[in-house]
């Protein structure tokens, strides 16, 4: 006993229950914002690594992301968001700068991670 299947008025398929066993699925979770994405797994592991780490410079490295390339992701998130994510601030003489998520940065977070978790 398997299952048929009609495709596009082709011949019946049927898939017998030894192959049932290997078939699975995937799926792929993104926030949008008014219709447009933005923030799905590769940001979501940038902002998340920024939050671990405190700089922007060592995120991108660890997302095998250019700086440029990370800092042009965050700047899209705030621009569709119309607000800040991050909070910065310049290195000096003996000590280099910083980035980390702000609380609206945060939630944003929190709100991928509660998708994730709604799916499984």
């Not at 048929?4 to 008025?9: H, L, S, T």
Request: charge should be positive; hydrophobic fraction near 30%; proline fraction near 2%.
């Amino acid at each position: 006993m398997g299952i048929r299947i009609d495709y596009k008025g082709q011949d019946s398929l049927e898939l017998k229950p030894a192959k049932l066993k290997n078939v699975g699925y995937k799926y792929k979770i993104w926030l949008d914002y008014m219709g447009r994405p933005l923030l799905g797994k590769g940001r979501y592991m940038l902002l998340r690594c920024i939050d671990q780490t405190g700089s922007l410079k060592k995120s991108a490295e660890a997302c095998g992301l250019s700086y440029k390339t990370a800092y042009n992701y965050i700047k899209r998130i705030e621009s569709r968001l119309k607000q800040k994510i991050i909070v910065t601030s310049k290195g000096g003489k003996d000590a280099g700068g910083s980035t980390t998520l702000n609380p609206f940065g945060k939630e944003l977070l929190k709100k991928y991670e509660d998708a994730v978790v709604s799916i499984k």
